[in-house]
């Protein structure tokens, strides 16, 4: 496992080169980026010089959004399949090995069991499509009530529903995002996280949820610090990881507001202070200090 910086999960909002400025102050291991902004790059120039400042810098891609919208018109679909050579130039050039995108939990159109084949076949293509430059597409999903409150049909907000789906695309490329506060949400725990496969975890995101905590009543507001609510076992859930094999990025996202007031590089310095602990390095006092 290797520290990763998750700028827009923690509220940080900069230019490409001053994120990675800010992780290599802080010694985080790993960055998500924004592939949109390479790709805007590589088209006026190449991928090459797109990548040249995140390639030579000595941080893992810890991963970026999936730019393509399959949970929309087929002709938008079919466009951005159309484009992935131009993303998977730039994937091969920054060692870029897995992107995310979010499940909702609602739909307008189709029924679960519809939903579910249409997320099945679209998936699956993005998949295939990712697949030809050994890039892996992880799953996340939203476990909050209050995300289901459009009217739509239900879809998956729970657990086993997403690992359902995962198995039922059938591709070795495809698995999931471990967020915590979601997983908990969705009701999942620590024996739920031993039975999924440590190549099925491409990203883990850390979040707290309130001891006691009701699912239907919680919402994104109360994405805590780890160990600021007491609803995840953070030490049993990175042994477990650590015993499965699970060798990806580890990063903070709480709700940005536990940092509100905070300059950019304050948060970063707190957020890599906490993923030391959790991960079991030592952090110097005074760099304790400085982070207050």
Known sequence: MYKCLSPSAIGILA???????????HKFQGLEIDIQEVLRRSVSTSARQACRYLASAQVRIGGFELPVRWN?????????????????????????DRCFT??????????????FQFHVDQL???????????????LNFL???????????????Q??????????????????VLDTWQWWVGGGDLEKVRSVRADQILNVRLADVPSGFEAAATTDDQRLLPG????????GLLSVLEDIGYDGP????????????????????????????LLGKSVPEKQVAAAE
């Open 15 to 25: 230019r490409q080169s001053e994120l990675l400025e800010i992780a290599l102050t």
């Open 250 to 277: 580890v990063g903070l996202a709480p709700n940005p507001a536990v940092f509100k007031g905070q300059k950019r590089e304050a948060i970063a310095s707190q957020a890599s202070i906490i993923l030391d602990g």
């Open 159 to 176: 657990v086993d529903p997403l690992l359902l789906l995962v198995n039922g695309i059938r591709r070795d490329n495809v698995g999931i």
């Open 228 to 235: 600021e609510g007491g609803g995840v076992d953070f030490s």
């Open 72 to 96: 929309g018109p087929e002709s938008e679909f079919k466009a951005d399949l159309s484009q992935l050579g131009g993303l998977l130039e730039v994937c091969g050039t920054l060692n870029a």
């Open 102 to 115: 979010t499940v909702r939990p609602t739909c307008d159109q189709r029924p679960f069991h519809e939903n």
């Open 124 to 138: 699956g293509q993005v998949a295939d499509a990712l697949g030809a430059g050994n890039v892996k597409l992880g």
């Open 143 to 157: 476990a909050a009530a209050k995300d289901r409150a459009d009217g739509g049909f239900e879809f998956i907000h």
